[in-house]
């Protein structure tokens, strides 16, 4: 399924806080997790998840550190900060709202 | 999982990836080695489970995007990459030690040279703002700042304590030929017509020749006559003009603020204004201009050229419609005692033009319009200046031969004959007889003869006119 890039844009936000609620990661495991998450539906490119983790932690929502890694190499860690969790509970009321919106309106179609 | 992969192919494969990626500006070094961290993790898990090395890092490179779209993403990301570059990251590679040490040496150098000034003043050379201007200072200023810059760049290039001595001998003859002559009323500088011509001349030439054979020297590294370095020197030269002018305005607000503030509480600050301030400023000024042009060379675009880029359209219009004015009023120059230092500073206007079109041009690129606009100049000004030297020529008898009007006539020659070869040049290049580096050599190559030139007014100059 191609999904339309404003669309992936916009989920990126809560759902990589999401992930990151889960437990703190990296780059590539988030990335990993999506694809595991979307079942493949959701594909992203794999360099602009770091834009957005950048943009997140500039908004304080995430913190990074750097530390080694279970290969030697040191690797960008990120968590969640308590503005991270306050903002994915609102994002979370918003989704909530757009897709009980749209599943109205698509029940409806269903029943006519 | 390993930390290299024992492929060597591989291994050379992501060093190139990731060299292409470090030319990014928006993209730093931490970003690189999380990007490249990101591309290892998939590369082992894309070679777990069976492809080929050289297939893997084509999906893994694939998978990461194309880097123009990462770049831009990384840039809206961090939009100040693109702007605060020059003094909070000079080198994102250089370790950070390296530019805190330049800078406590850059510091310390701008200290000297501000105390440099006040020097004179232990010897009785005092500078006060309420008397005339110290015909000592006016003669001796570029003694302050260019042997600390000469030092700046002996550091920065790891010269020897040896060829900092020969550096030494240009300083020491400017001071010994700036000094004792004796310049008629040589203490002022400003009573005409008793303030010495002569001296005047060494005030104006003396910087030119030290900044040429000693700055110059040691900007590139000690070999000045052998090395291909003297463009990289028009360049800086160029460019610190335009930092220097951008310090300056900002010393004048800084002086206009203290001129404010101390005048409300009723307090006379012209003594530290006229003493300390603006002298020691400007000396400082110079050494901290050069490190901002050091710093920056290879993080902003050079200024100089682009402004080359404006004005020679500008000088040539101005210089077409004077001809072309000139020959409908038929109005002949009207000659005036002084006449020739315009003339003179014109033509130099129109070799920095070219000199600084230059410094930027790729000289392998093929003749442009601007190549044509830049021989129009140049044909232009020189048909000028010879409309204008006739003129004066048919009545430098009538006016004598003062120091002034030598030099002025000697300058003009040197400016013409320079000219009228770049000219030639232009004309082969852009009829795709000769190349562009014939024209860059020519200008580069003509570089000693200003400093000679320069050199010769201020040694020889004040004992043939008797210090007039």
């Given at each position: 399924m191609?999904?339309?890039?404003d ?26 997790r999506?694809?595991e ?31 080694a890694s ?43 | ?8 192919p ?14 990014r ?5 931490p ?19 069976g ?5 893997a ?47 406590l ?58 060829s ?10 400017a ?17 005409f017509p008793q ?36 463009m990289?020197?028009?360049?800086f ?12 305005l ?26 300390w ?36 359209p ?17 109005s002949?120059i009207?000659?005036?005692?002084e006449?020739?230092i ?36 140049v044909v ?8 204008a ?7 430098i ?5 003062t ?19 770049t000219?030639?040049?232009y ?14 050599k020519w ?8 400093a ?17």
């Amino acid at each position: 399924m191609d999904m339309s890039k404003d669309l992936v844009a916009a989920s990126a936000t809560p759902l990589v806080l999401a992930i990151l609620a889960e437990g703190d990661s990296y780059g590539y495991a988030i990335i990993k997790r999506v694809a595991e998450l979307s079942g493949g539906h959701l594909q992203w490119t794999d360099g602009m998840l770091y834009p957005v983790l950048h943009r997140l932690e500039r908004q304080g929502y995430v913190v990074a550190k750097w530390s080694a890694s279970e290969n030697g190499r040191r690797r960008k860690y990120y968590r969640i900060t308590r503005e991270g969790r306050a903002q994915l509970a609102a994002q979370r009321e918003q989704w909530k709202a757009v897709d009980g919106t749209l599943r109205g309106i698509w029940m409806q179609a269903c029943t006519v | 999982m390993t930390t290299t992969f024992a492929d060597q192919p591989l291994e050379e494969q992501i060093a190139q990836w990731r060299a292409y990626l470090r030319r990014r500006r928006a993209v730093h070094s931490p970003d690189v080695e999380e990007l490249e961290g990101h591309l290892r993790d998939q590369l082992t898990a894309l070679t777990a489970s069976g492809l080929a090395a050289d297939e893997a890092f084509l999906v893994a490179v694939k998978r990461m995007g194309n880097l123009d779209a990462l770049s831009r993403e990384f840039a809206r990301a961090h939009s100040e990459r693109l702007w605060k570059q020059l003094v909070v990251a000079p080198d994102v590679d250089a370790p950070a030690s390296t530019s805190r040490t330049e800078l406590l040496v850059v510091l310390s150098l701008a200290v000297a040279a501000g105390l440099a000034v006040k020097l004179p003043t232990l010897f009785g050379h005092h500078l006060n703002p309420d008397e005339d201007v110290n015909a000592f200072y006016i003669r001796n200023a570029s003694l302050f700042a260019f042997p600390l810059l000469a030092i700046y760049f002996m550091w920065k290039r790891g010269l020897s304590a040896v060829s900092g001595l020969w550096l030494g001998l240009p300083f020491a003859a400017a001071a010994v030929f700036a000094n004792v002559f004796p310049f008629h009323n040589r203490e002022r500088l400003d009573n005409f017509p008793q303030g010495s011509d002569t001296q005047l001349l060494t005030v104006l030439h003396l910087p030119i020749a030290l900044w040429l054979m000693a700055v110059g020297v040691a900007y590139v590294g000690g070999r000045w006559f052998a090395s291909g370095r003297r463009m990289d020197f028009v360049r800086f030269s160029g460019e610190l003009f335009i930092y220097y002018v951008l310090i300056a305005l900002g010393g004048g607000v800084v002086t206009g603020f203290t001129v404010m503030l101390f005048s409300a509480i009723d307090t006379k600050a012209g003594w530290f204004i006229g003493g300390w301030l603006i002298p020691c400023g400007a000396a400082g000024a110079v050494i901290v201009g050069s490190w901002l042009v050091e710093a920056k060379q290879s993080v902003i675009e050079n200024m100089a050229p682009v402004l080359t880029r404006l004005f020679t359209p500008l000088f040539t219009i101005l210089l077409l419609g004077f001809l072309a004015t000139m020959a409908w009023t038929g109005s002949p120059i009207n000659v005036e005692r002084e006449m020739l230092i315009g003339f003179d500073l014109l033509l130099a206007v129109v070799v920095g033009l070219v000199l600084y079109a230059a410094s930027a041009r790729d000289p392998q690129a093929r003749p442009d319009f601007f190549d044509g606009l830049q021989l129009l100049l140049v044909v232009s000004a020189l048909v000028v200046d010879v409309v204008a030297l006739a003129a004066i020529a048919a009545r430098i008898s009538e006016f004598g031969f003062t120091p002034n009007r030598v030099a002025a006539l000697g300058e003009n020659l040197i400016l013409l004959i320079n000219l009228l070869w770049t000219a030639w040049l232009y004309a082969s290049f852009l009829r795709r007889r000769g190349s562009f580096a014939d024209l860059e050599k020519w200008q580069i190559g003509y570089l000693p003869v200003y400093a000679m030139w320069a050199a010769l007014v201020v040694v020889v100059f004040p004992p043939l006119f008797g210090y007039r």
